[in-house]
């Protein structure tokens, strides 16, 4: 595990084992994994929450209001089939579900 700079190789390691991580494994759209993430977070109080995205859920959280619902409006079959030949079967229907739920 790299140091980060400025920090204290001993108090870091300590405070590394002394952590306590709850990993939520979660289903898109699922409003009981909404429910379980957010009873954790509650009940838990952590310091510090990361999120995993999938590259659907990153590029759709890069677009900008505008462009996101110009891409929702204008999503056509042509598109849709696109983006499921660029990313794949399962992300590029994620893909084009996010981005309809999006806008």
């Given at each position: 595990?790299?140091?980060?700079?400025?920090?204290?190789?001993?108090?870091?390691?300590?405070?590394?084992?002394?952590?306590?991580?709850?990993?939520?494994?979660?289903?898109?759209?699922?409003?009981?994994?909404?429910r379980?993430?957010?009873?954790?977070?509650?009940?838990t109080?952590?310091?510090?929450?990361?999120?995993?995205?999938?590259?659907?859920r990153?590029?759709?959280?890069?677009?900008?209001?505008?462009?996101?619902?110009?891409?929702?409006?204008?999503?056509?079959?042509?598109?849709?089939?696109s983006?499921?030949k660029?990313?794949?079967?399962?992300?590029?229907?994620?893909?084009?579900?996010?981005?309809?739920?999006?806008a």
């Open positions: 595990t790299a140091i980060p700079a400025g920090d204290d190789e001993e108090e870091y390691r300590a405070a590394l084992k002394a952590a306590t991580v709850y990993l939520i494994g979660t289903a898109h759209f699922s409003p009981d994994s909404q379980d993430v957010l009873t954790t977070i509650e009940s109080q952590p310091d510090m929450v990361m999120v995993e995205l999938c590259p659907s990153i590029s759709i959280l890069s677009m900008d209001e505008n462009t996101l619902l110009h891409e929702a409006k204008n999503l056509n079959l042509e598109k849709i089939v983006t499921i660029q990313s794949g079967a399962v992300q590029g229907v994620l893909h084009v579900l996010l981005l309809s739920m999006s």
